[in-house]
């Protein structure tokens, strides 16, 4: 009889267990998550119209009818850790209330038509490690309130239209391995980044001032720098290219004026392997410890205000795949590697102030620049 009554009550314990309903600050918030996108912008298909509070708890299982998508549960039914919509064109607000989803570990809205503010209740989703908003109207600034999300390794906030200046507590995101806020209205400067970033991408926006080092001190273990189409100047000091990690950097389309180059021998240290720097003012000559690099495969300088020749370390290099120098006024005659029928080497010379560069030579094109503006920038004869 003992063993009978053990043995009911181990199946009413599972039972009870395998049927565990969602917490209900969980169910609270998910409701008043619906509640806030426009009825008429829910597709018959989608996730959230199979959403339905009336019939059925949003983790049971099995999800046949009701629930079907958008939501992941933790394995005790009983919590939610996963708010992933489809791009459907939802359209409306985030609610203030999804902070009663505690145990979210990914919010995912991307590719759809939310718009206001990003709620600075936000903070309390404290178990969340990956943030996706990407693609969406959200206006207003990003909330000093994500910063506290230690547990957050990726900021995708990507496409939006933020506005006003980076939290300047960016740093305390310990755990973030990437953030991206490009295409954006962000303005001001590029607060202290946090240590263990490696993927930072906040092109298209409105970012000024100097790049500063104070901005790269912690983040030794950064590889893709994304500031292209920002309103970045001055001189881009050395210290950039020291970063231990670095491999990509895409800063075109800023107002940088100059470049700190590194010697050729702290140089050949370096696991730099792609550097896009076109449609700058930077003046001077072409740096010629680029070449140095023993990883570089893509360099652009394009359309910047570069004089002098073409550095014949440049020629030498064995990994040297793509090279874009057009739109300088580069002088002398350019390096016949480049320039040969079966050349390896892809990009464009051309739009310079170089002599026979041969018509047929993919790398000449476009033409040259005219003689007279050559002499101008040159303050006479253009020097061979």
């Keep these: 009889m003992t063993c009978l009554l053990l043995l009911l009550l181990l199946l009413l314990f599972f039972f009870s267990s395998a049927d565990a309903l969602t917490s209900p600050s969980d169910v609270s918030a998910l409701k008043a998550f619906k509640a806030t996108v426009k009825p008429n912008s829910i597709p018959p298909w989608s996730c959230l119209a199979s959403w339905d509070f009336t019939v059925?708890?949003?983790?049971?299982?099995?999800?046949?009818?009701?629930?079907?998508?958008?939501?992941t549960c933790s394995s005790d039914s009983t919590r939610v850790t996963q708010l992933t919509l489809d791009p459907a064109g939802y359209t409306g607000r985030l609610t203030p209330l999804i902070s009663g989803l505690t145990?979210?570990?990914?919010?995912?809205?991307?590719?759809?038509?939310?718009?206001?503010?990003?709620p600075s209740s936000i903070s309390s989703l404290i178990s969340l490690k990956t943030l996706i908003l990407r693609s969406n109207s959200f206006s207003g600034s990003l909330p000093d309130s994500v910063t506290r999300l230690n547990s957050l390794e990726s900021i995708d906030i990507s496409h939006?239209?933020?506005?006003?200046?980076l939290p300047k507590t960016m740093n305390s995101l310990s755990n973030l391995r990437q953030l991206d806020l490009s295409y954006n209205k962000l303005t001001g400067a590029i607060p202290?980044?946090?240590?263990?970033?490696?993927?930072?991408a906040l092109k298209a926006n409105t970012l000024s001032g100097p790049i500063s080092k104070e901005s790269f001190t912690e983040s030794t273990q950064l590889e893709i720098v994304e500031l292209a189409e920002n309103s970045f100047t001055g001189t881009l000091g050395a210290w950039f290219f020291l970063l231990e990690s670095i491999q990509q950097v895409d800063l075109a389309n800023n107002t940088l004026t100059g470049i700190e180059v590194l010697p050729p021998k702290v140089a050949g240290e370096n696991n730099l392997v792609a550097v896009e720097l076109g449609f700058n003012q930077i003046r001077g000559n072409a740096p010629a410890s680029f070449a140095a690099y023993p990883r570089l495969s893509s360099l652009s300088m394009r359309y910047n205000?570069?004089?002098?020749?073409i550095p014949s370390?440049?020629?030498r290099s064995k990994t040297l795949r793509r090279l874009y120098l057009d739109g300088n006024f580069l002088t002398g005659k350019p390096p016949a590697r480049f320039v040969k029928p079966d050349a390896e080497v892809m990009g464009s010379l051309g739009?310079?102030?170089l002599r026979g560069c041969p018509?047929?030579?993919?790398?000449?094109?476009?033409?040259?620049k005219p003689f007279y503006i050559c002499k101008q920038a040159y303050g006479g004869k253009p020097k061979s």
């Design 351 to 353: 739009n310079n102030c």
């Design 359 to 368: 018509g047929k030579a993919k790398m000449c094109a476009p033409s040259q």
């Design 192 to 200: 202290k980044l946090p240590k263990n970033l490696i993927d930072l």
């Design 56 to 71: 059925s708890d949003p983790c049971a299982s099995p999800r046949r009818t009701h629930f079907t998508c958008g939501i």
């Design 160 to 165: 939006n239209s933020l506005t006003g200046s």
């Design 313 to 315: 370390e440049y020629e």
């Design 103 to 118: 145990e979210l570990l990914t919010l995912d809205l991307a590719e759809n038509n939310f718009y206001g503010l990003i």
């Design 305 to 309: 205000m570069l004089h002098g020749v």
